[in-house]
């Protein structure tokens, strides 16, 4: 029994169908799945490490406050010094 071209037709238009089912069915919503798990677990991460660079600007904001402030201490001492040096030379 050999088969004959219009057979061989139906057979491929048969697998295309059946192929089309099965990624419909199968492939696109595991497809689906696995892009939505990575952008759950990539959008926590992008969470976590927006975190973790808000406080690590914070740190770094306190402690330029903190240098700013005892540069102003400085130059407040410095000041007076000067100003009672002046004071002294002018008499």
């Known amino acids: 029994m050999a088969l004959t071209d219009g057979d061989l037709k139906k057979i491929g238009n048969l697998m295309d169908e059946r192929l089309l089912v099965f990624s419909r069915e199968v492939t696109e ?14 959008g926590g991460k992008i969470d976590d490490l ?4 808000t406080n690590q600007i914070q740190k770094v904001e306190r402690k330029l406050d903190q240098i ?12 007076k010094r000067i100003g009672k040096l002046e004071l002294s030379v002018a008499m």
């Open 68 to 79: 700013t402030d005892h540069q102003a201490e400085v130059l407040d001492d410095h000041e």
């Open 50 to 53: 927006r975190t973790d660079l």
């Open 29 to 42: 919503p595991r497809i689906d799945w696995a892009v939505e798990k990575i952008s759950k677990d990539l």
